[in-house]
């Protein structure tokens, strides 16, 4: 299985301390790893099909501080589709003139829906043939960008009839929100005022937050399992699609 | 005005020396960066909306030996659209099950095609919507992936119109062949054995080509202007549509 990452924030804001961590669980996850950060609707998405732990690509997304109010990150350990670059998540495709990235964390089997539209796989991942396909049918079910409400309930309606195939925990952003899946595990956080300090679940770094923020500002984090050890991490239920945007669940 | 520079070779090449050369050139084409490789029909494209000679995306392109068969890259100085990743080249879109990249160097007038079908520009560039019409035209052309020749016969006809808005240097692959049409300025060279030395134009560095290569290895450059002093660059004319493959053009 896969480990996600997302960030969601009210004010664009750095992920080297969460994404440091999400690295040390590339020894397990060495099979590529990808993070895609909006820039109002703009977006870098930095892709590798090494670990995460040794590819110089997340070595520069540890050192460089871009900020982000919409980060999904991924490491990956290959269930279907071998370790390729057009394997590796996020995946991104352009939809109504935004980008959508999608990040998947689980196993499909026998998901093989009719892609008769403009959205096909590049690659061989189950993962890939998902996303398309929910692109596919939200631009069916909306002749425009429709606002976040109304794309959250048609991204639950879609995501039923997927998860009844295995695990589907996912992340998907366009930008103006970040919707979070879970199927099996995916676990989410919000940080504000009055911040104090974590520690990483996986490596011997604390970050006192306190001393990086100002009073407004308000993070949600949403990960496969907890990051920090001293954080009131919360458990998305199974079959449940969350919202996020300003660096809270809607 | 923008530079460009693309790279086709027979085998998976790096482009550390000529994207050294193409790097100085951003003090004037300060206004972003942007590079794509294809790894087979996979994609990494890094995008800055800094300027090449300050962009750590940039640092880590130089210093990280990306190989590939397809490369495109740009620099850009603002025309249209302002500095902003959304404006920001090379453009990424999927077709047929294949990622396309896009980069221009011009500047185009009035251009502003009806975009009804399933490619948005999500930035505010001519080159962007450019684009998006060359992939919907494409897309009412042909119901799945022609082979290069067929395509290259497509692009020719679609490149026409578009060149009468102004002026329309481009490049584009989609990871079996890269086009390059010219309307202003673009320049192309092949590197094969018996491979010799060559010098930067704008910086100090020279490179003995024959002690990074094997006597089978081919490999064509194309550029706004030539990058090195001392190899035989050549014109592509006004209005001309090339397109490489294994090295060398078809």
């Given amino acids: 299985m896969c480990q996600l990452l997302g960030l969601n924030a009210n004010t664009p804001t750095d992920i080297a301390f969460s ?13 590529g790893f990808g993070i895609a950060f909006f820039e109002g609707p703009g977006l870098r998405c930095f892709v590798d099909d090494r670990s995460a732990r040794d590819s110089p690509v997340a070595e520069m997304v540890k050192r460089f501080p871009v900020r982000s109010e919409h980060i999904v990150a991924h490491i990956r ?49 189950d993962s890939e043939r998902a996303f398309c396909w929910l692109m596919q049918e939200l631009a069916k079910n ?14 639950r309606e879609l995501a039923a009839p997927i998860a009844k195939h295995g695990s589907f925990n996912f992340l998907m952003s366009h930008g103006d929100a970040l919707w979070a899946h879970a199927s099996t595990s995916l676990h989410w956080l919000v940080r504000e005022h009055p911040f104090g300090a974590a520690r ?5 770094v604390t970050v006192d937050f306190a001393q990086h923020t100002t009073p407004s500002d308000r993070v949600a984090l949403i990960a496969t399992e907890p990051l920090t050890r001293d954080e009131p ?3 998305i239920a199974p079959g449940e699609l969350i919202a996020f945007a300003q660096g809270r669940p809607l």
């Fill in 77 to 125: 350990k290959a269930t279907q589709g071998r370790v390729a670059l057009q394997n590796t998540h996020p995946f991104v495709r352009e939809l109504w003139g935004r980008y959508w990235v999608f990040a998947h964390n689980g196993d499909l089997k026998g998901f093989c829906p009719k892609l008769h539209a403009a959205f096909r796989p590049v690659g061989e991942t």
């Fill in 142 to 155: 909306h002749a425009r960008l429709p606002d976040v409400p109304a794309l959250t309930d048609t991204l």
């Fill in 200 to 204: 990483l679940q996986d490596a011997d």
């Fill in 233 to 235: 991490w919360q458990a």
């Fill in 19 to 31: 994404f440091t961590g999400l690295a040390e669980r590339a020894t397990e996850h060495k099979d």
